[in-house]
T-cell receptor, first 114, second 110 residues
Framework: ETGVTQTPRHLVMGMTNKKSLKCEQH?????MYWYKQSAKKPLELMFV???????ENNSVPSRFSPECPNSSHLFLHLHTLQPEDSALYLC?????????????FGSGTRLTVV | GESVGLHLPTLSVQEGDNSIINCAYS??????FIWYKQESGKGPQFIID?????DKRQGQRVTVLLNKTVKHLSLQIAATQPGDSAVYFC?????????FGTGTRLTIIP
C-alpha cells in the first residue's frame, strides 16, 4: 500500500447509473488529484485540489463531478457516463500543488461503462 | 508546446542485463523530473527523481541521467530482475504541475 487508498477497485456501471469513486490519504498531503488512464495514452489530469479548494478543472465533462470535503478525502461522482469513459481512474496526492517530492498514487479504480 | 515522450513503447531485456529507458521533454523551464513504475493492476510508484540542477542521481540499482542541453532523461536499471517487468513513466514538472509520458513497457526475458 502506498498510503493512498482508492475504492472500489473495480466498477461496472450502466450509462444511466450514478456512482462515486473514493480516495483517501493519511500522508499529511495537502494537494489531491484525479487522473484518467486510458490504454496507450499519457495520464490525463482531470482535477486538482489544494487545501480542499479546486484549483484546476482540465476541461472535464460535467458528468464527472469532484468533491473534496477535507485534505484527506477526495471523491469523483459519476453520472450518465459514456462507454468511452471506461478507463483506470487514479487518485494522487502530494505535499503541495506541484509535487515538490512527486505524487503518491493509489492503485486506481478500473471503471467499465456498459 | 509542452510534451513528454518516450523513444520506445516496448523494451525487452535479458534477465541480469542492464536496462536503459529514455525520455524526451520539450519544456526547458521544467525544474524537476521523476520516474515512475507501474505494475499490472497497480498505480504508478515513485522510483527516483532528479532536479534540474543535477545531471545524475543514483538509487538502489537505478540511475537517472538528465541532459538539459538536449532535453533528455534516462533511467538505467542495473542487473534487471523479473520483478522489474512493468511500464515505466517519466514525468516533468513545469508550471507547478507534473506532465507524464506515455510509458515504456519493460519485459524481462528469463
Amino acid at each position: 500500500e502506498t498510503g493512498v487508498t482508492q475504492t472500489p477497485r473495480h466498477l461496472v456501471m450502466g450509462m444511466t447509473n450514478k456512482k462515486s469513486l473514493k480516495c483517501e490519504q493519511h500522508l499529511g498531503h495537502n494537494a489531491m488529484y484525479w487522473y484518467k488512464q486510458s490504454a496507450k495514452k499519457p495520464l490525463e489530469l482531470m482535477f486538482v485540489y489544494n487545501f480542499k479548494e479546486q484549483t484546476e478543472n482540465n476541461s472535464v465533462p460535467s458528468r464527472f463531478s469532484p468533491e473534496c470535503p477535507n485534505s484527506s478525502h477526495l471523491f469523483l461522482h459519476l453520472h450518465t457516463l459514456q462507454p468511452e469513459d471506461s478507463a483506470l481512474y487514479l487518485c494522487a496526492s502530494s505535499f503541495r500543488r506541484g509535487g515538490d517530492y512527486g505524487y503518491t498514487f493509489g492503485s486506481g479504480t478500473r471503471l467499465t461503462v456498459v | 508546446g509542452e510534451s513528454v515522450g518516450l523513444h520506445l513503447p516496448t523494451l525487452s531485456v535479458q534477465e541480469g542485463d542492464n536496462s536503459i529507458i529514455n525520455c524526451a521533454y520539450s519544456n526547458s523551464a521544467s525544474d524537476y523530473f521523476i520516474w515512475y513504475k507501474q505494475e499490472s493492476g497497480k498505480g504508478p510508484q515513485f522510483i527516483i527523481d532528479i532536479r534540474s540542477n543535477m545531471d545524475k542521481r543514483q538509487g538502489q540499482r537505478v540511475t537517472v541521467l538528465l541532459n538539459k542541453t538536449v532535453k533528455h532523461l534516462s533511467l538505467q536499471i542495473a542487473a534487471t530482475q523479473p520483478g522489474d517487468s512493468a511500464v515505466y513513466f517519466c514525468a516533468e514538472r513545469g508550471n507547478e504541475k507534473l506532465t507524464f509520458g506515455t510509458g515504456t513497457r519493460l519485459t524481462i526475458i528469463p
